[in-house]
């Protein structure tokens, strides 16, 4: 299995805060084509909702202070400038090869 | 436009079989490239993927619930049924199921059901 780690579990930040989660693969999650990682944010009591797709494909609707980087086995989500409705928990997810697994989470908290 | 719900039980006792129904519209499974995927999140933890079922019939399941796991499609009512033997208070938690197609990660999800084991 890829084992995902995230960094670092907790952030504390401040609206306008730059904000930075990194997210390894224990096994390259890269192919020749794409990169097969995807970042989702989770709100209490709510499903979790695609940010980001093949590591850096912004979904349409999600703003443009999301942006995500990173191949092989290093990957990085980085939020510009930290709105009252980013703070959630972020997960990175591997989807190049089964069983699918997830990070553990980054939660963002208000500072 | 795509959306997913679930459905099941919301209580079982340990050693009992959890069935859980997948409803979705906007799409169809058995197009080419779709995936519906089933996950599960216990309380105060992070996300845990189950199972898949591919639009080819192709099936996956996570190896860590050691062949406890069945997912199959019903075409003909839209829905994919994720069943789950011998339950224990471990597999507490929301399930929710997901759509994904071709290389993108899943993009819609159900609301997710919350399902309890009692010992």
């Known amino acids: 299995d890829i084992q995902m780690t995230q960094s670092p579990s907790t952030l504390s930040a401040s609206v306008g805060d730059r904000v930075t989660i990194t997210c390894r693969a224990s096994?390259?999650?890269?192919?020749?084509?794409?990169?097969?990682l995807a970042w989702y944010q989770q709100t209490p009591g709510k499903p979790p909702k695609l940010l980001i797709n093949q590591a850096s494909s912004l979904e349409t609707g999600v703003p443009s202070r999301f942006s995500g980087s990173g191949s092989g086995t290093e990957f990085t989500l980085t939020i510009s400038s930290l709105q009252p409705d980013d703070f959630a928990t972020y997960y990175c997810?591997?989807?190049?090869?089964?069983?699918?697994?997830f990070g553990q989470g980054t939660k963002v908290e208000i500072k | 436009q795509i959306t997913l719900k679930e459905s099941g039980p919301t209580l079982l006792k340990a050693t009992q079989t959890l069935t859980l129904t997948c409803t979705f519209s906007?799409?169809?499974?058995?197009?080419?490239?779709?995936?519906v995927a089933w996950i599960r999140q216990p309380p105060g933890k992070a996300l845990d993927w189950l199972a898949v079922?591919?639009?080819?019939?192709?099936?996956r399941y996570n190896p860590s619930l050691n062949n406890r796991l069945t997912i199959t499609r019903d075409p003909s009512s839209n829905q994919v049924v994720l069943s789950l033997t011998n339950v224990d208070p471990m597999d507490t938690g929301t399930y929710y199921c997901a759509h994904r197609l071709l290389w993108r990660g899943m993009d819609v999800w159900g609301q997710g059901t919350t399902v309890t084991v009692s010992s």
């Open positions: 997810q591997q989807y190049k090869t089964y069983p699918w697994t």
């Open positions: 096994d390259s999650v890269s192919g020749r084509t794409y990169n097969w």
């Open positions: 906007g799409f169809s499974s058995t197009t080419s490239g779709v995936v």
């Open positions: 079922l591919e639009w080819n019939d192709d099936v």
